[in-house]
């Protein structure tokens, strides 16, 4: 292959790569959100335009990882029952179309003892340190790593970069060309080159991927492989490209990654970039199936349940107490404890920011796929820090003043030491004033809106209605906020259940309401909670509406509730060194939209996102379509990170939490260099022994007429593309009769 003399750099190119092309590569990273905002995001969002086995060939070439468990995973799941024979017959006509083989079983023991690898795309430094043991891509991960987290650092660092009013690239560029690291690691000319590189990123890469010799319709794909092999900052760039479009931050990340390459073409005689993604394997063929068998003996026992369960509503017409919890998973084993207290006690299930997309304190308090639409603001007034606290804080900071400063304040963070080590630490939940300006109007709809997706009867609503948000409570601990909500950038709900009630008790709203033909019972009063999920209790908040029998009543409904699950998550969240302080939404599995009547009888493990649907009340079909739209994407969305942190921690994951360290505020490394991680870390799936998340594609179970859910698929391509591509599996509920949506669009009746 013809190599550019790299000492001259500045020259013109004959052909050049489409933009398009190039931004394509980058639209196939998924964004990464900061700790502090932590939002469950499918590391899969840029591939889902392509079916999931082709997605996982591709991730095998670009990642070079899986996207699927081990064959001793799926030998072992076979062995206990969790894949039927059934089902691997059933996977196995499926994806291949072959007539089915009574052999099935057999065959997919045989083929998992295969061990057989697709051509990987290689970059100079992958090529380098296979061929001669290298250990390049470690280094240029590292290199790049140094200069991003300096870059965008958030006042971590007291030493900041002195280029960060500059782009990313261009900072670079500057750090880089004075930095001997490269030079003195065995990389010679590494500042002469990056000196000579044009000074705008898109002008860059299309020089550098002349000097490395790519071209063609191998583009795409290599450069995917190169921002595959730093995917923690090429992630942590979609996200800030998506806040500000304009930046293009990924395509100058793809423009330093280049550049290592290209300086490492000095000492890579013999690479060749023209490397292809090879068809399947047997092996890889027999692992999707064994996956699609599992997720079928799931589905197919869920259907088996909800088919047997009575579904026969209670006799009491109007309740004592309406209870509604977020649709996550954590909430159901909640609600059937709630329930089970008293036989006049209803819960419903509804996205947990109960329609009301809020901005609070700078934060949007909604769903990361909307805006907030209204501010809220905290009538308490934030203290401000005091010059002595700010000079505390950069004595902490400084290089040089760090150790004399905790020397001198060590008694007192010894007593800080010995609180959270005796369980002292503070685990209340603020509960600030709010306030807001927002006309009449607005107000009203918002609460006509969220009645009616909720599917409540509301001439029958209780006397006492509590509407539940739901966060996390635990001591340091970097994923704290991935704890809160998973769909809501990492925020308790409590301020929109707090508005929800208040606007839901407004006399003039509902007089307004009242007018409209909506006619909320006159001694109903709304109540807003908290669901703390590491310890599950419920605290509540502006209680003054409730007579003090109600509030005697309700509160022990709940306390009961909370016993019933048990108290130990009071302990972990408050020590300060537990890993685990709870399980978050491992395990989740499902998604059913149905009456509460279909699921009420049923225990589902705490694996199912609930939310209420009844389609007789659904004339329109707007309520369907806003549930396939919003809640069934933001839980693939949660289900897919699950799924692929399990499946390849190393690459989707965030490895072990006990040797994080936190970068810039707003990521972590694992150790103390590399790649900026993603996803979650083992702790949050793995209990040391077992897995405790099951990785499955998420079932979505919908009580509604076929052809209702056809329409909404039909006007809703990016769902329909999330059906037919097989990252979610669709399947109907009509009475006892199930049916599984197929990817060619035809309707499959389950077997019972």
């Known amino acids: 292959m013809p190599v550019q003399s790299l000492s001259h750099p500045e020259i013109e190119v004959s052909t050049s790569v489409d933009t398009n092309v190039i931004d394509a590569a980058c639209a196939r990273i998924p964004p990464l959100w900061p700790l502090q905002n932590f939002v469950a995001v499918n590391p899969f969002l840029g591939l889902t335009g392509r079916t999931f086995p082709e997605a996982a060939r591709l991730i095998d070439a670009a990642g070079h990882g899986p996207m699927l468990m081990t064959p001793e995973y799926y030998r072992d799941q076979y062995r206990a029952g969790?894949?039927?024979?059934?089902?691997?017959?059933?996977?196995?006509?499926?994806?291949?179309?072959l007539p089915a083989r009574p052999d099935a079983s057999s065959w997919l023991e045989s083929e998992l003892a295969r061990n057989e690898e697709s051509t990987r795309i290689l970059t100079v430094a992958d090529w380098l340190d296979h061929t001669r043991g290298t250990q390049w891509a470690g280094f240029v991960a590292d290199e790049i790593s140094k200069w991003c987290s300096s870059y965008f650092d958030r006042a971590q660092s007291r030493w900041t970069m002195p280029w960060k009013d500059e782009s990313l690239y261009k900072a670079w560029r500057h750090a880089a060309s004075i930095d001997r690291n490269p030079e003195v690691y065995g990389l010679p000319g590494f500042r002469a080159l990056v000196r000579a590189l044009p000074e705008c990123e898109s002008a860059a890469i299309q020089h550098l991927l002349f000097l490395l010799g790519v071209s063609g319709g191998e583009v795409e794909d290599f450069l995917h492989r190169q921002l595959m092999s730093i995917f923690g900052w090429s992630a942590w760039a979609a996200y800030q490209e998506r806040q500000a479009p304009e930046g293009k931050l990924t395509r100058q990340v793809l423009a330093i990654r280049l550049a290592y390459d290209a300086a490492l073409l000095g000492i890579a005689d013999g690479y060749d970039a023209q490397h292809r993604i090879a068809a399947p394997s047997s092996f890889t063929i027999a692992k999707y199936i064994a996956q699609l068998a599992a997720e079928g003996t799931f589905r197919s026992t869920l259907a088996a349940k909800l088919a047997a369960a009575p579904v026969a509503k209670p006799a009491i017409a109007r309740k004592r107490l309406q209870a509604v919890f977020c649709i996550d998973v954590r909430s159901e084993g909640y609600r059937r404890a709630l329930e089970a207290q008293a036989e006049g006690i209803e819960t419903i299930g509804f996205a947990g920011f109960f329609g009301m997309a809020l901005e609070f304190q700078n934060s949007a308090l909604c769903p990361v796929l909307l805006s907030p639409k209204y501010k809220v603001e905290s009538q308490n007034k934030q203290p401000r820090s005091g010059w002595l606290s700010g000079?505390?804080?950069?004595?902490?900071?400084?290089?040089?003043?760090?150790?004399?400063?905790?020397?001198?304040?060590?008694?007192?963070?010894?007593l800080a030491i010995a609180k959270r080590l005796l369980g002292w630490s503070d685990n209340t939940v603020e509960s600030p004033k709010l306030e807001w300006q927002i006309p009449l109007e607005s107000r009203v709809q918002l609460v006509a809106d969220a009645l009616r997706n909720m599917s409540v009867s509301v001439p029958d609503l209780a006397p006492v209605v509590v509407i539940c948000g739901h966060g996390s409570k635990t001591e340091n601990n970097p994923y704290a906020s991935s704890l809160d909500c998973g769909a809501c950038g990492g925020h308790k709900g409590d301020v929109n259940a707090r508005f929800a009630a208040a606007l839901m008790n407004d006399p003039e709203v509902r007089q307004e309401l009242n007018r409209r033909g909506v006619a909320i019972p006159a001694d109903t009063v709304f109540v807003a909670g908290l669901h703390v999920t590491t310890t599950n209790e419920v605290v509540l908040h502006d209680t003054e509406r409730l007579t003090p029998a109600q509030s005697s009543e309700l509160q022990a409904w709940l306390h009961n509730a909370s016993k019933m699950l048990g108290t130990d998550g009071v302990r972990r969240s408050r020590d300060w060194s537990e890993v685990r302080p709870e399980w978050g939404l491992a395990g989740n599995a499902a998604f059913i939209a149905a009456p509460r009547a279909?699921?009420?009888?049923?225990?589902?493990?705490?694996?199912?996102?609930?939310?209420?649907?009844?389609a007789t009340a659904d004339e329109d079909g707007s309520v369907l379509t806003l549930i396939l739209t919003a809640p069934v994407v933001v839980a693939s969305w949660i289900n897919l990170q699950y799924y692929g942190s399990t499946v390849n921690n190393a690459l989707f994951g965030s490895g072990n939490k006990a040797l994080h360290n936190v970068v810039g505020t707003f990521g972590v490394w694992e150790g103390n260099a590399g790649d900026l991680r993603t996803g979650l870390p083992m702790q949050s799936l793995h209990d040391g022994e077992k897995w405790v998340h099951e990785p499955l594609r998420l079932q979505v179970f919908v009580e509604a007429p076929k052809a209702n859910i056809d329409a909404v698929l039909?006007?809703?391509?990016?769902?329909?593309?999330?059906?037919?591509?097989?990252?979610?599996?669709?399947?109907?509920?009509?009475?006892?009769?199930?049916?599984?949506?197929?990817?060619?669009?035809?309707?499959?009746?389950?077997?019972?």
Request: glycine share 10%; aromatic share 12%.
């Open 82 to 97: 969790a894949i039927s024979a059934a089902q691997i017959a059933t996977a196995y006509t499926d994806h291949t179309g």
């Open 598 to 614: 279909r699921t009420r009888s049923l225990d589902l493990g705490g694996r199912a996102f609930l939310h209420d649907y009844d």
């Open 714 to 752: 039909a006007a809703h391509p990016d769902v329909k593309q999330l059906v037919e591509n097989e990252w979610i599996h669709l399947i109907a509920m009509d009475g006892d009769a199930f049916y599984n949506r197929r990817p060619d669009g035809a309707w499959r009746r389950l077997a019972a």
């Open 391 to 414: 000079m505390w804080a950069t004595l902490r900071g400084s290089a040089s003043a760090c150790f004399p400063a905790i020397e001198t304040g060590g008694l007192w963070y010894g």
